[in-house]
């Protein structure tokens, strides 16, 4: 079975202070992949980022950086310099190879107040 | 833009009505997927759609019936619906099985009253 956990429910912060938003999974297969979305208040649902489980170089693109650690079953995200519209809520989520199913965790709440 | 498209952005329904939720995407993706969404929780797969086949149902009640006419179009049917029913219906598509991420339209909020 696939688990994905994201033990913070809501973070709250003032804009240009950096965010880090943690992601635990759990999971049997030796191929799998990961996923960051986010959900804005409008609804739908935006495609962040994908880690497959061979690649651990972490990544940057803009304020965005992502951490992944095998080692610690840990696929963490960063916002830098948050903004107002970094406001949504972030989810991870887990996928095997052969798998349609995408695991998401819970889903983690940022509000950026201005 | 979203590259997946959703009609309507909301509907209201009675419990005895039918309607029906309509996708579309031009991505040239062959897996679909309709997710429920309730407030403050994560998507929960209903159906998933491979080459125009229903692959997976998840366990949706039959009051709820896909329909995909073509690769590019998904359609949900609503029947006989409860107020529990009401929620953030997502369509997504995807280029292949597993490891594709999954593009999403912005959804239809449906109420049932």
């Known amino acids: 079975a696939q688990k994905v956990t994201q033990a913070q429910t809501e973070i709250s912060v003032v804009e240009k202070e950096d965010v880090t938003l943690d992601c635990v999974y759990e999971?049997?297969?030796?191929?799998?992949?990961l996923f960051w979305y986010k959900q804005p208040p409008s609804g739908e649902l935006v495609f962040l980022i994908r880690r497959n489980s061979f690649d651990e170089q972490n990544e940057i693109s803009g304020r965005y950086s992502w951490n992944f650690q095998k080692s610690t079953s840990s696929f963490n995200f960063t916002i830098t310099a948050s903004q107002v519209v970094d406001s949504a809520v972030y989810f991870c989520?887990?996928?095997?190879?052969?798998?349609?199913?995408?695991?998401f965790g819970a889903g983690t709440t940022v509000t950026v107040r201005a | 833009d979203t590259e997946v498209t959703q009609t309507p952005k909301h509907l209201v329904m009675g419990m005895t009505n039918k309607k029906s939720l309509k996708c579309e995407q031009h991505m040239g993706h062959r897996a679909m997927y309709w997710y429920k969404q309730k407030a403050k929780k994560p998507p929960e797969l209903m159906f998933v759609?491979?080459?125009?086949?229903?692959?997976i149902n998840e366990s949706v009640p039959s009051r709820f019936s896909p329909e995909c006419p073509n690769s590019s179009l998904l359609n949900l049917h609503l029947h006989a619906l409860q107020p529990e029913d009401s929620a953030l219906y997502l369509c997504a598509s995807s280029g292949r099985l597993g490891g594709s991420p999954l593009h999403f339209g912005n959804g239809t909020r449906l109420t049932v009253t």
């Open positions: 989520a887990l996928s095997g190879s052969n798998d349609y199913k995408l695991s």
């Open positions: 999971t049997r297969d030796t191929t799998y992949y």
């Open positions: 759609y491979s080459y125009e086949k229903l692959s």
